[in-house]
């Protein structure tokens, strides 16, 4: 070990409960540290997070607050992985006699390591019963009484992302145990053909001497196995990757044969001696499904989902045809497990703090330090009552999307799209190893599926001020620290909302302020939060979407969860992964997801510009187009004199840079548009967005490809609301140069100025 | 259970470019990259760059910031979840353009 990664041996992690607040609500804080007994807590309002040394650096204020105090913290535990709990305190699952169980799986890790599929055991005691997947990928069942544990194991190997019926049959009596394992692989459920000569089958008979030992604190667990964990508590292991569709337990030795009736037909799971029959299609309505899987047997025994399992997937009777869960839930009864799901760290709070009545609206953090180790907890002050006549939109939606990628450790492509070879620190390596962080949705779960779900409920090391993404910039929340800079050093009145008021408040949230500005990446959206954002602009409301790749995904929260958004990520679009056949629904809101334009709402429709390309290894500028000489738009470029400009910026050197919007008329840019600017310089390693093109061919990079551009673009709307637009996440990182005295910053203020005076605007 | 054998493919398909690449190798390109690390360059210097970043992740090079604006060294990623990666050399390069530069002669080093 070198003595710089011993730097890893001691850090600070913490995450916060909510993430917009006003005054008077109350806002926790959970604190873990490695090798750290107590920590300084100080709050900071934050005003800007770019320390790249052409800029002025990062800058944060310091708040007089009760909470800053130190505080005692000690590493805590994290379960990582979903599963669901039943809570058995009446043993109903622990029968003394005979019984059976039984499962529709669709197993994506089968030779990873030992897997509980249905279980009440505890592993540390070895104590219970439980039917899973050996660590070589049979069906075992297994009993243990505390002294000895004894398994049946199947002759025939699990096939990966095949759909089985799998069972066992336990007759103490006898000391006979029976195993079930065959295929209901139908022509689109399963990665292979059913006429593929291929021995799905296994009916293993085996003996166990000995009776479970079943504790009545011990649950009964879908996808994983009670342990015990690093402090003593109850935690879960073996964790099932795969989808678990419907699903029981019996009171009674079940035959072949009625394993058997049940493969044939869900009508003939047994009704007498049922002791749980799990219907996981069971509690979808239009707006989706929860957490919770419905036992429509005689004791209501219903599991809760931990860490969102994936439900809206399809089951093992899938017909292809019916392609969302409100045409045919009855085959959509696949719940799809992932061990390395992580939603809520669910921390012990380490302080909590009230708003207070007097408290600025801004960017806030509370630092926590102990000696080196640092780390900022950030989240946002709205005004209770708004006053001034700018909002600044902070972008927490696409925040959580991003939220501890590890694109650069995990996917081969990321080199070749960023044009540059990753930067990495410190900080990178340790929230990549520890593995108990979660994933963004730029990431797959480790059975190589998609991950559709990211929460605010953990440290998002990646979503705070100062941090570099390994493209060598900042990106979304220490970007947008850039605007609030601006906002800052030019002595603008400006207040914070986030995506979450949006989303939850709508157009009324937006409506107190005459102008908006969204920020540089608002790439995630939910419908809310985009019919919020066009009533205001149809009701006389002025945004400045300050970014790039904005409104582009399809996402949903739920009005209870608000840390956790959804995205499905659909068969078009720049994207890390592609959703499964019939899963492009989400299950929160149980809205299709994708990409906006593939709604009928590209982001032109609303902005004027939509993504067209996107590039990382350096930044263009902008020239100016015919528009910016009509004497109509003088006021934009007053004291701009060059055509060219913004060969400059804290993002790789230019304005027109990482991800940019283009103008068409096609995709709904409102024809009276003013086409002010567009980019130029860009390499090569700005191709064009995959969504655009139908057929692939050589030359689609930005020296040969006129639409791989930025364009800056304005227009007004109904009622003198109106829409700038400069078409490019660099730009917002182009204000800070030169202490903010440059073009872009110049280009800004008239146009804000502009923005905040009342009447009609020039067209 | 099953052989992979687009991995067959892969191979085959490796051998034959890792040859055309070799040629494009030249004095004259490693110049360029010296010069132009990132950015536009010439078909030939981003023919080579293109292959070399498109390698698979278990031993792919990384840059380690020891602080955020450097010095730097040289990192070899695990291409395994949850292993660190680990340090290429003890060299330490005072900018991005020095790090970048010693990866690409690292890897056309490999190619050959």
């Given amino acids: 070990m070198t003595p710089e990664n011993t730097v890893g041996l001691k850090h600070i992690q913490g995450y916060c409960d909510r993430i917009s607040v006003k005054s008077q609500d109350k806002i926790q804080f959970m604190v873990s540290a490695q090798g750290i007994s107590a920590v300084d807590a100080q709050l900071v309002r934050l005003i800007h997070g770019d320390e790249h040394p052409q800029g002025p650096g990062f800058k944060e204020e310091l708040q007089t607050a009760p909470i800053n105090k130190r505080y005692a913290v000690r590493k805590q535990f994290t379960q990582v992985g979903s599963f669901a709990r039943v809570v058995d305190t009446k043993g109903v699952l622990a029968p003394a006699g005979a019984f059976s169980i039984f499962a529709f799986i669709w197993p994506t890790t089968p030779q990873m390591h030992q897997q509980g599929i249905l279980t009440r055991w505890d592993a540390s005691k070895q104590r219970g019963y439980g039917l899973g997947i050996s660590a070589d990928g049979f069906l075992e069942f297994w009993i243990g009484d505390g002294q000895a544990t004894q398994r049946v194991k199947a002759d025939t190997a699990l096939f990966g992302r095949c759909w089985y019926l799998v069972g066992a049959s336990f007759d103490p009596a006898k000391g006979e145990v029976s195993l079930y394992q065959e295929n209901v692989i139908n022509a689109y459920n399963s990665l292979y053909s059913k006429a593929l000569p291929f021995d799905y089958a296994s009916h293993t008979q085996g003996k166990i001497s000995i009776r479970p030992a079943n504790d009545a604190t011990t649950t009964f667990l879908l996808a994983g196995s009670n342990e015990t964990g690093p402090d003593g508590q109850n935690a879960v292991g073996e964790r099932y990757n795969g989808k678990i569709d419907r699903c029981g337990v019996i009171g009674r030795v079940l035959q072949r044969a009625d394993f058997d009736a049940i493969r044939a037909s869900l009508d003939n799971v047994p009704q007498q001696d049922m002791l749980a029959y799990w219907d996981t299609s069971a509690g979808y309505t239009a707006k989706g499904i929860g957490d919770r899987i419905v036992d429509v047997g005689p004791h209501q025994l219903h599991a809760l989902g931990h860490n969102k399992p994936v439900r809206a997937m399809t089951g093992y009777n899938w017909n292809g045809r019916d392609d969302v869960f409100r045409l045919a839930p009855e085959q959509y009864g696949g719940v799809h497990f992932h061990e390395d799901a992580i939603i809520d760290c669910q921390w012990t709070p380490t302080c909590e703090w009230q708003i207070p009545a007097d408290l600025k609206s801004g960017c806030y953090a509370l630092k926590v330090t102990a000696g080196e180790a640092e780390e900022y907890i950030p989240f946002f002050v709205r005004a209770a009552q708004p006053k001034a006549k700018i909002a600044v939109l902070m972008a927490t939606a696409s925040y959580l999307a991003y939220a501890n990628e590890q694109l650069s450790f995990c996917s081969p492509i990321v080199q070749p799209i960023f044009g540059r070879t990753p930067v990495l620190t410190e900080k990178d390596i340790i929230r990549v190893e520890s593995q108990d962080l979660g994933l963004s949705t730029y990431d797959g779960f480790i059975d190589g599926a998609g991950v559709c779900f990211s929460s605010y409920k953990r440290p998002i090391l990646n979503m705070r001020p100062k941090y570099r993404m390994a493209l060598a910039s900042v990106w979304q929340f220490p970007a947008d620290l850039s605007i609030i800079g601006w906002l800052e050093h030019q002595g603008y009145d400006y207040e914070v909302l986030t995506d979450e008021d949006l989303h939850r408040d709508g157009a009324a949230c937006l409506k107190p302020y005459t102008t908006v500005i969204a920020a540089t990446h608002p790439e995630y959206y939910s419908e809310r939060m985009m019919d919020g954002t066009e009533d205001y602009l149809a009701n006389g409301g002025r945004l400045i979407y300050m970014g790039g790749n904005g409104y582009y995904w399809v996402v949903s929260f739920s009005d209870e969860e608000p840390w956790c958004m959804e995205v499905r990520k659909g068969e078009s679009g720049s994207r890390a992964w592609q959703a499964m056949p019939g899963e492009y629904y989400n299950q929160t809101e149980g809205i299709r997801s994708g990409l906006w334009k593939c709604r009928g709402r590209p982001p032109q429709k609303l902005v004027g510009v939509g993504f067209s390309t996107e590039g990382f290894d350096t930044s263009g500028s902008y020239t100016k187009m015919p528009d910016a000489k009509d004497p109509a738009m003088s006021w934009i470029f007053d004291k701009v004199g060059s055509d060219n400009f913004g060969d400059f910026g804290l993002a790789l050197g230019g304005a027109a840079g990482l991800e940019l919007d283009r103008y068409d008329l096609l995709l709904g840019t409102p024809p009276h548009t003013r086409l002010l600017a567009t980019s130029q310089g860009l390499s090569d390693n700005y191709p064009r967005v995959g969504e655009e093109i139908y057929y692939n061919f050589p030359g689609q990079g930005a020296t040969q490809d006129y639409q791989c551009r930025a364009d800056m673009v304005y227009f007004t709307t109904a009622k003198n609301g109106a829409v700038f637009a400069p078409g490019s996440i660099a730009w917002a990182s182009s204000l800070p140069s030169n202490n903010f005295s440059n073009p872009v910053s110049t280009i800004m203020g008239n146009v804000l100025n502009a923005f905040l005076r009342e009447g009609p605007l020039p067209e | ?112």
């Fill in chain 2, 1 to 112: 259970m099953f052989q992979n054998k687009d991995l067959l493919c892969y191979e085959r398909f490796d051998h034959g470019i890792r040859e055309q690449i070799k040629k494009l190798i030249t004095p004259e390109l490693i110049e360029e990259h010296r010069h132009s690390t990132v950015g536009a360059q010439s078909d030939a210097l981003a023919r080579v760059l293109n292959y070399v970043r498109r390698a698979p992740l278990p031993g792919k090079f990384a840059v380690y910031a020891i602080k955020p604006f450097g010095p730097y060294r040289i990192l070899a990623l695990s291409g395994l979840r949850g292993k660190r990666p680990e340090f290429v050399g003890d060299t330490i390069y005072a900018t991005l353009d020095e790090v970048y530069h010693a990866i690409f002669l690292k890897r056309i080093e490999n190619i050959k």
